[in-house]
């Protein structure tokens, strides 16, 4: 081996930790980006859930009619 290989072989070694500290940060950013995603969308899908009960359980096209008269104008 010439001494031009054995100095790109040492230098690719002693980088060789700094590299594993970027893979592991990465793929911690990684897991952690999935994990929030996933727990959005459970408690989206929770929500959707709870809005389909609530309206499921309350009567009524969701508009106020107590503020209308018998012919549909506006009370003061």
């Known amino acids: ?5 054995l100095a ?3 230098l690719l070694a002693a980088s060789a930790p700094a590299l594993s500290g970027c893979l592991i ?6 897991v952690a980006g999935t994990a929030v995603g996933v727990a959005g969308d459970t408690l989206q899908f929770a929500g959707n859930v709870g809005e389909g009960v609530v309206r499921a ?7 106020d009619d107590e503020d209308e008269d018998r012919d549909g104008r506006q009370r003061d």
């Open 57 to 63: 359980a309350i009567p009524g096209d969701g508009e």
């Open 1 to 5: 081996m010439t001494v031009r290989r």
């Open 8 to 10: 790109l072989i040492a």
């Open 25 to 30: 940060i990465g793929g911690t950013a990684l």
